[in-house]
């Protein structure tokens, strides 16, 4: 499956952006999906899954309240609301997805074996 994630971009604090990701190549719907970030000098982190029905969905505490991760299966297309945007969540954002865990989906990074480009999100304070 191929992943392109788009919708980054430079935002003030307390603002909000809108992640997409458009899969392509096989069904949606295999997949749980995933969103990842890394920082300048960090390692990738975790940020948010939702399983293949979307009925299950998980958060990095750091994100949790601010963040709302969703998936249109007709539309093949996962989305990260983010709200209340800090500069800490200064970072590259990337999807990912995974067919093993996808009935209830995981923060684990090493489970997904398919990812998109990343989109840069910048927060100014």
């Known amino acids: 499956v191929q992943l392109q994630a788009f919708g980054g971009g430079l935002v003030q604090a307390g603002g909000s952006l809108r992640l997409s990701c458009a899969a392509s190549g096989r069904a949606f719907s295999d997949f749980a999906m995933g969103w990842f970030r890394q920082a300048p000098g960090k390692e990738r982190e975790f940020v948010a899954a939702?399983?293949?029905?979307?009925?299950?969905?998980y958060y990095a505490d750091s994100v949790k309240g601010r963040f709302t991760i969703s998936r249109d299966n007709t539309k093949s297309t996962v989305y990260l609301q983010m709200n209340s945007l800090k500069p800490e969540d200064t970072a590259v954002y990337y999807c990912a997805a995974d067919e093993r865990f996808a009935d209830r989906a995981t923060a684990e990074v090493t489970a997904y074996d398919y990812w998109g480009q990343g989109t840069l999100v910048t927060v100014s304070s």
């Open positions: 939702i399983s293949k029905s979307g009925g299950r969905s």
